[in-house]
């Protein structure tokens, strides 16, 4: 964690997402069991709210790339706080909290459009080159910790606290980030011999269309993106399909309380901790035979998952899924990171993560349309075999010498 000493405003960002994350899980976990309360359909709903918006990442980077993506950043969050007050004084209203808390994940998802091709800026901007690995294991581990943490708060929160004290805690976790970032803001200037400029100072002056353009070009040249795009969206299909009925499936499949649904959750996150703290152990392999070898493991966790009775060996056979997603993602993430130039890097990321989300929205509708029509274990199977797909794809698609993970984004110091 020496990096955190090193570099004030990395250390100053650091702490807020550490409570931003940290009040999204703990409201996310209230929000979902409670709507699955009356009505498991509307599960559907809130995950389309969840993932619709953040298609606009494309959007959001090229913003990103045009002005300052601190102050963006900024800007998002205090935003999303304000957003939440709202949300808060809304439910005076009787018969509210649903309908109040989906329009508060669609609102979250907005901001996350523009929030995360901003972190991909920023991050790099932060530290040194040779400490950029081990600033994204850090930071992506904080992140996982406060998932899994608030996600075991948040079960337990329903019962004990109520909604209201939630909302609370919530809105103010987006303006302790705020303050945080500020601070950010504040320490790069310390440390810089000019102010960056407030905006151009990055993107070309270009139209939209020709920006969003240049970064799909980035995209294209990406290793196996193009090639292995319709199995990768087959798989985040089914995917959020599953995850978007993982309260229902644990109410009534598991018959687990809404205690269990914040631990089982909170083990898929505590799994990617292990996994950003485990990947290291991976640096000698290539990046091919990492990503083929944990997205496959990922697959049969799943398969197991499906096939589990028990709450507690559910909640362990997620956190080994997760541990699998991480070290794959962990190293996959950080070769892009380093192969996309800084000045393109906004618009690329947003495209990624527009691209990839595609079949986000129609994993959830999915998913409630077909509640009753098909056996609830059906998105679990087809994650399980597009899994496999997509580890065989990886493995004939990526070429052996692309690099390694010498580096891997979860090592820490």
């Known amino acids: 964690m020496g990096i955190l000493q090193r570099y004030p405003a990395f250390r100053s960002l650091w702490i807020g997402q550490l409570f931003s ?55 998002t969050d205090i935003l999303r706080g304000v957003a939440v007050a709202a949300g808060l004084a809304a439910l005076l209203i009787p018969g509210s909290l649903v309908p109040d808390v989906i329009a508060l994940l669609a609102v979250n998802s907005l901001g996350i459009a523009l929030f995360g091709p901003a972190e991909a800026i920023m991050v790099p901007r932060l530290v040194g080159a040779d400490d950029l690995a081990a600033a994204n294991g850090v930071y992506n581990l904080t992140n996982q910790i406060s998932t899994a943490v608030g996600s075991a708060i948040g079960g337990a929160a329903i019962a004990a606290v109520g909604a209201v004290w939630v909302f609370g805690f919530d809105m103010g976790s987006f303006w302790i980030s705020a303050l945080a970032i500020s601070l ?29 353009r240049e970064g799909f070009a980035v995209v294209r040249k990406l290793p196996a993106v193009i090639d292995l795009l319709p199995v990768i969206l087959l798989l985040n299909f089914a995917f959020m399909a599953a995850f978007t009925m993982l309260p229902y499936w644990i109410h009534h499949v598991l018959h687990a309380s809404a205690f269990w649904y914040g631990l089982i959750n909170a083990g898929w ?25 944990m997205f496959g493991l990922m697959g049969l966790f799943f398969g197991a998952f499906a096939l589990s009775g028990t709450p507690l060996l559910s909640g362990g056979l997620l956190l080994l899924a997760g541990i699998a997603n ?19 890097r906004g618009r690329a990321f947003g495209l990624i993560f527009t691209i990839f989300g595609l079949a986000n929205p129609l994993g959830s509708l999915a998913a409630g349309l077909l509640l009753h029509l098909l056996p609830l274990y059906w998105s679990w199977a087809l994650g399980v075999l597009s899994s496999l797909a997509l580890t065989i794809g990886m493995w004939r698609l990526v070429p052996a010498d692309l690099g390694t993970a010498e580096e891997p984004a979860a090592s820490v110091d």
């Open 21 to 75: 994350q940290l009040g999204n899980a703990v409201f996310l976990i209230m929000g979902l069991w409670e709507i699955q309360l009356r009505s498991p359909v509307l599960l559907s709903v809130a995950g389309i709210a969840m993932v619709l918006p953040t298609l606009l990442a494309a959007g959001g980077g090229v913003i990103v790339d045009r002005y300052d993506a601190g102050r963006l950043m900024l800007w």
């Open 184 to 212: 950010m803001l504040r320490a790069v200037l310390r440390t810089s011999k000019r102010q960056p400029a407030p905006s151009g100072s990055q993107g070309p002056q270009s139209s939209f269309g020709a920006s969003m």
């Open 269 to 293: 996150a505590a799994g990617a901790i292990v996994g950003s703290l485990s990947t290291g152990y991976f640096r000698r392999m290539s990046t091919r035979g990492v990503s083929t070898l």
């Open 326 to 344: 991480s070290v794959g993602n962990a190293v996959m993430f950080t070769l892009f990171q380093r192969i996309i130039p800084e000045e393109v």
